[in-house]
């Protein structure tokens, strides 16, 4: 069976860093992308970053654009999300997902992952 498993979450000061890992199992890891997404109280689930294949192409939505690095390691079969100068309103459960087929919907949307992890809690204090 499919895993992804999140960790590395926690409690963290504005300005602060913290790193988490999606460990996968069950799946041919570097034959598909990879993404983050994140779901803040009150707020619909969000895009955050993407990764493709090899981890040649990465994307990020504007909101951590220059904080935030998404980076894989397929030996491994683990992707990261580096989170820096953080702020409050990063405050949210974050999501590892997988996708495999490109060509249905864009990276940005929840609906073109066909794995998800179970997410891990970012909290962030002014």
């Known amino acids: 069976q499919v895993q992804l498993v999140e960790s590395g979450g926690g409690l963290v000061q504005a300005g602060g860093s913290l790193r988490l890992s999606c460990a996968a199992s069950?799946?041919?890891?570097?034959?598909?992308?990879m993404g983050w997404f994140r779901q803040a109280p009150g707020k619909k689930r969000e895009f955050v970053a993407h990764?493709?294949?090899?981890?040649?192409?990465?994307y990020y939505a504007d909101s951590v654009k220059g904080r935030f690095t998404i980076s894989r390691d397929n030996a491994k079969n683990t992707v990261y999300l580096q989170m820096n100068s953080l702020k409050p309103e990063d405050t949210a459960v974050y999501y590892c997902?997988?996708?495999?087929?490109?060509?249905?919907?864009?990276?940005?949307?929840?609906?073109?992952?066909?794995?998800w992890g179970q997410g891990t809690q970012v909290t962030v204090s002014s």
């Open positions: 069950g799946l041919t890891f570097s034959s598909y992308d």
């Open positions: 997902a997988a996708r495999r087929n490109r060509a249905l919907y864009s990276y940005r949307s929840e609906a073109a992952y066909d794995y």
């Open positions: 990764i493709t294949l090899s981890g040649r192409n990465t």
